[in-house]
C-alpha cells in the first residue's frame, strides 16, 4: 500500500509566478490536510479537505492561497503570486473516512518551495 | 484555542543515555496526543499516540503517558541509539463536534542528536 505521495518533492517559483503543490492520499483515505513548515518552526495547519469540499480552512491566509480535492485525481494547493515568504515545506496528510477519536494522520513526503 | 508546548531544544546525548521531551498542552475536552518524529529532509512519521487519561502510547522503545491532571505527555526512552538523531513534535487533534476537529495542532519540535 503505497504512503502518501507528493510532487514536486522541490520547486523553485519567481516571484509573481504561480505554484502548484499535489497531493496523492493513501489508497482507501478521504480526508486530506495541508500543513505549512516555515524554517525553524514547528508545522502549522492549513487546511482540511474531503473530497470535493473543504472542511475547515482557518489556517489559510485569506488572499493568493486556494486548495481543491476533486471527484477525481490529487489534491492541489495552489499558491498565486508568490513571495518569497512562501518559501517552506508544505506538508500533505491524508486519514481514512472514518478515524474516529484517534484522528490518525499519515503525512507524504512533502514539497519544499523555494521562491527566487 | 488549543497550543502545544515543547521543551526546548535541541537535545544532545551521548549513546545510551535516557531521553526526555518534555510536552505539555492547552485545550478543551479530551484531545487525542501524539509524537511524530522527523528525519532530515523527509515527512512526519507517526511515532506513538494516546487517545484518553493514562493511556501509554509505546513504539520503539519510546513511550508517553497522556496525564489529564498535568496536560502532559513527556516523551521518554531510556537507550537512545544515534539512529534516534532527528526533530520530535508533541501533537494533538481536537474532540470531534470540536472546532478544531480533524486538524493537528503541533509544538515546535525539538532536535534529537545522539552522538556515539
Known amino acids: 500500500n503505497a504512503g502518501v505521495m507528493q510532487n514536486p518533492r522541490h520547486l523553485v517559483r519567481r516571484r509573481g509566478q504561480e505554484a502548484r503543490l499535489r497531493c496523492s492520499p493513501m489508497?482507501?483515505?478521504?480526508?486530506v490536510y495541508w500543513y505549512r513548515q516555515l524554517p525553524e518552526e514547528g508545522l502549522k495547519f492549513m487546511v482540511y479537505l474531503q473530497k470535493e469540499n473543504i472542511i475547515d480552512e482557518s489556517g489559510m491566509p485569506k488572499e493568493r492561497f486556494s486548495a481543491e480535492f476533486p471527484k477525481e485525481g490529487p489534491s492541489i494547493l495552489r499558491i498565486q503570486q508568490v513571495v518569497r515568504g512562501d518559501s517552506a515545506a508544505y506538508f500533505c496528510?491524508?486519514?481514512?473516512?472514518?478515524?474516529?477519536?484517534?484522528?490518525?494522520?499519515?503525512f507524504g513526503p512533502g514539497t519544499r518551495l523555494t521562491v527566487t | 484555542g488549543n497550543s502545544v508546548t515543547q521543551m526546548e531544544g535541541p537535545v544532545t546525548l551521548s549513546e545510551e543515555a535516557f531521553l526526555t521531551i518534555n510536552c505539555t498542552y492547552t485545550?478543551?475536552?479530551?484531545?487525542?496526543l501524539f509524537w511524530y518524529v522527523q528525519y532530515p529532509g523527509e515527512g512526519l512519521q507517526l511515532l506513538l499516540k494516546a487517545t484518553k487519561a493514562d493511556d501509554k502510547g509505546s513504539n520503539k522503545g519510546f513511550e508517553a503517558t497522556y496525564r489529564k491532571e498535568t496536560t502532559s505527555f513527556h516523551l521518554e526512552k531510556g537507550s537512545v541509539q544515534v539512529s534516534d538523531s532527528a526533530v520530535y513534535f508533541c501533537a494533538l487533534s481536537g474532540v470531534a463536534g470540536g472546532t478544531s476537529y480533524g486538524k493537528l495542532t503541533f509544538g515546535q519540535g525539538t532536535i534529537l542528536t545522539v552522538h556515539p
Open positions: 496528510a491524508s486519514s481514512p473516512p472514518s478515524a474516529g477519536l484517534a484522528y490518525e494522520q499519515y
Open positions: 485545550a478543551t475536552g479530551y484531545p487525542s
Open positions: 489508497k482507501g483515505h478521504s480526508h
